[in-house]
């Protein structure tokens, strides 16, 4: 298994603002991942963090509102963009030590935007 | 593109039950199948990992199966109890790690 920390824990912020979710693993992963649960729903991917290199995001999330990197093999951040009340969010880590291993997840990010 | 169902979105039973969590999807090409466990506000917990060549996966009370033909999963949770309150996902693992996740079924245990 994977121990997996997020910060912040939750945040509330204003609207137009940025703020900026880190992920640690307590060991070097290669699948590093970040999904989003907006209230009452499932979870849904917005991009798979590449160590090195530039993230892939999934349809309907773009590089501009959601910046993410991954400088190493334990570490990624988020950032979500000019935020609106839309964004409001549970913001969720994952990850799998190889391609289709079996993935763990963080405890989550609360994001409010007001 | 994969789509996950699992009906009912609630269920309610009484404490001892044996019960059986569905799960459907509808591409087979998955490399495996994942049932996690989120608690109200919390994270995920893996609970079971099924890999695609498996029929079935044990640990404790829960037995998750899983029938790629006909694109189904199971959960089954014996002697159900009070703490097993909570939504319970099912996620189907294609390329690249991806999964794609059904939207739960909230389980609540009465006393």
């Known amino acids: 298994s994977a121990v997996i920390s997020q910060k912040p824990s939750r945040d509330i912020c204003q609207r137009g603002t940025s703020l900026t979710i880190q992920c640690q693993v307590d060991?070097?992963?290669?699948?590093m991942f970040w999904y989003r649960q907006q209230p009452g729903q499932s979870l849904t991917l917005i991009a798979t963090a590449n160590q090195g290199s530039e993230a892939t995001y999934e349809s309907g999330f773009v590089i501009d509102k959601f910046p993410i990197s991954r400088p190493n093999l334990t570490f990624s951040t988020l950032t979500v963009s000019n935020m609106s009340p839309e964004d409001s969010s549970i913001y969720l880590c994952?990850?799998?030590?190889?391609?289709?291993?079996?993935?763990?997840f963080g405890p989550g990010t609360r994001l409010t935007v007001t | 593109k994969q789509e996950v169902t699992q009906i009912p979105a609630a269920l309610s039973v009484p404490e001892g039950e044996n019960l059986v969590l569905n799960c459907s999807f509808t591409?087979?090409?998955?490399?495996?199948l994942q049932w996690f466990r989120q608690d109200p506000g919390k994270g995920l917990t893996s609970l079971l990992l099924?890999?695609?060549?498996?029929r079935e996966q044990t640990s404790g009370r829960l037995n998750a199966s899983l029938d790629k033909s006909s694109g189904r999963s199971t959960l089954y949770i014996a002697a159900s109890q009070p703490g097993d309150s909570a939504t319970y996902l099912c996620?189907?693992?294609?390329?690249?790690?991806?999964?794609?996740f059904g939207k739960g079924i909230t389980l609540s245990v009465r006393p």
């Open positions: 996620a189907a693992t294609g390329a690249n790690s991806k999964l794609t």
């Open positions: 060991s070097q992963v290669t699948m």
């Open positions: 591409d087979s090409a998955i490399y495996n």
């Open positions: 994952s990850v799998a030590k190889e391609v289709s291993y079996e993935q763990y």
């Open positions: 099924i890999q695609s060549s498996q």
